[in-house]
T-cell receptor, first 115, second 114 residues
Framework: GAVVSQHPSRVICKSGTSVKIECRSLDFQATTMFWYRQFPKQSLMLMATSNEGSKATYEQGVEKDKFLINHASLTLSTLTVTSAHPEDSSFYIC???????????FGSGTRLTVV | AQSVTQPDIHITVSEGASLELRCNYSYGATPYLFWYVQSPGQGLQLLLKYFSGDTLVQGIKGFEAEFKRSQSSFNLRKPSVHWSDAAEYFCAVGAGGGNEKLTFGTGTRLTIIP
């Protein structure tokens, strides 16, 4: 079955620093990947859609310069939280789409804590 | 734009009892519908999905869901729950046809009591 690996699972960083989160599709090629943010006991909010070889499409209200997304290959997308602040602390989840019918596979998430 | 409503924030069920989690969607055409389960601190696992065809969909872990167009619903059911089913359940809708975004409901937290 389709597997998406997300790394790291947990990260603690200091305010003002940057953090990179990786999302890899291990056994399939994902032309499209998605990045979500989830606050405690809440649903997933789509941050951006990442297409291989092109610029990401950000949802309204998401700062492009703060949440940098790179999708350089068909198996890897990265989310970099730049100049992190405590309010950026959250659970970030990526998802990869296999195609119109196969659906979406999710990574195991990254718990980011900014101190 | 599509939307999903999960009316029940929290449901408590006795182990061995039946379960139904409600999901209502809003979308003009035939939607792509999904149910996912999330354990604390984990990602989402796909339980089942509906794209077309038979409106009763079988999934993993003994779950099933029925697509009812007339009611704009896609309720998740299980005849007998196990303690390991305690988790957060999310219903999601996708528009398909090139619009790849999934829209999630607010989730239903399932608690199982002995």
């Amino acid at each position: 079955g389709a597997v998406v690996s997300q790394h790291p699972s947990r990260v603690i960083c200091k305010s003002g620093t940057s953090v990179k989160i990786e999302c890899r599709s291990l056994d399939f090629q994902a032309t499209t990947m998605f990045w979500y943010r989830q606050f405690p006991k809440q649903s997933l909010m789509l941050m951006a859609t990442s297409n291989e070889g092109s610029k990401a499409t950000y949802e309204q209200g998401v700062e492009k310069d703060k949440f940098l997304i790179n999708h350089a290959s068909l198996t890897l997308s990265t989310l970099t939280v730049t100049s992190a602040h405590p309010e950026d602390s959250s659970f970030y989840i990526c998802s990869a789409r296999q195609g119109a019918v196969r659906g979406y596979t999710f990574g195991s998430g990254t718990r980011l804590t900014v101190v | 734009a599509q939307s999903v409503t999960q009316p029940d924030i929290h449901i408590t069920v006795s182990e061995g009892a039946s379960l139904e989690l409600r999901c209502n969607y809003s979308y003009g055409a035939t939607p792509y519908l999904f149910w996912y389960v999330q354990s604390p601190g984990q990602g989402l696992q796909l339980l089942l999905k509906y794209f077309s065809g038979d409106t009763l969909v079988q999934g993993i872990k003994g779950f099933e869901a029925e697509f009812k167009r007339s009611q704009s619903s896609f309720n998740l059911r299980k005849p007998s729950v196990h303690w390991s089913d305690a988790a957060e359940y999310f219903c999601a809708v996708g528009a398909g046809g090139g619009n790849e975004k999934l829209t999630f409901g607010t989730g239903t937290r399932l608690t199982i009591i002995p």
